[in-house]
């Protein structure tokens, strides 16, 4: 149960609901996590301490499970809908959503040695990009990386991805539905130049980026293309919206302990 607590970050959404007095919470699982859709349910209703708060688990979503699945939560009276996995962080129109993205394990010794054999292969900078479930381990790696790059004289330039946020509240930005759509259509059009643009915006003298829930700033006189991307997570949807929208870059992909360049 305490791996459960600390996967699923059952204290940091107790206290997100308590905070607001949601009463009626719908609890959103991919089907890969539907396993522990029980256990999360029974250690947030019990970290909760009853207090009246009735929690519905979601499955089966309207849309692709990486939305929030405001259709499904509205037939329930939902308040809040707790989205837990894999997101594209798609703003939601009527509800509130919490986003709980796991702890997946992380080798940080392997893949900051990884990070810094693509390094060495390729003169260009490189962006860190990650699954979000794997945003957690980003402190460590920055640390371990940065000791490593003290004793190996390691000049080249190593950026990171940030998260974009972990609650998000209704606005009036098209759905989730309608924004994955657009951005499937985008890319199954090749018109990835306009939707690359819509993942960018001008801030003074920064670019900034932001794609399936991570954000990140380069200067208006760099372009992105010119940069490496290392990409940390598996081999999945996450990963392929990055490869296709910036599909002029180089691209380093850790999966274990190993790394690759294409």
């Not at 009246?52 to 699945?69: E, H, I, P, Q």
């Not at 006189?221 to 940390?232: E, V």
Request: hydrophobic share 35%; net charge negative; proline share 3%.
């Amino acid at each position: 149960m305490d791996n459960i607590s600390s996967r699923y970050e059952i204290p940091r959404t107790a206290e997100f609901l308590r905070g607001r007095a949601y009463t009626r919470v719908a609890l959103q699982f991919p089907d890969e996590l539907l396993k522990d859709a029980a256990p999360v349910a029974r250690a947030l209703r019990r970290e909760l301490g009853g207090g009246g708060t009735k929690l519905f688990v979601m499955a089966d979503t309207a849309y692709n499970s990486c939305c929030v699945d405001e259709v499904g939560a509205s037939a329930i009276d939902a308040q809040c809908v707790v989205h837990y996995g894999h997101s594209c962080m798609s703003p939601t129109s009527n509800l509130p959503a919490f986003f709980v993205f796991g702890k997946a394990p992380l080798d940080v010794g392997a893949c900051c040695r990884s990070l810094l054999d693509c390094s060495r292969e390729s003169n260009k900078p490189i962006l860190v990009l990650c699954g979000l479930e794997y945003a957690h381990a980003l402190d460590d790696l920055k640390g371990a990386a940065a000791e490593l790059c003290k004793s190996d004289s390691c000049n080249h330039e190593i950026q990171y991805a940030d998260v974009m946020c972990s609650e998000m509240s209704p606005s009036s930005s098209p759905t989730a539905e309608e924004q994955c759509r657009q951005s499937n259509e985008s890319t199954h059009n090749d018109d990835l130049a306009n939707f690359v643009n819509s993942c960018c915006n001008v801030e003074g003298s920064m670019r900034k980026y932001n794609l399936g829930g991570l954000t990140w700033s380069i200067s208006i006189d760099d372009k992105i293309d010119d940069y490496l991307l290392y990409w940390i997570g598996q081999d999945n949807s996450a990963f392929a919206n990055v490869a296709l929208t910036f599909n002029k870059c180089d691209i380093g992909l850790f999966l274990s302990s190993t790394c690759s360049i294409f």
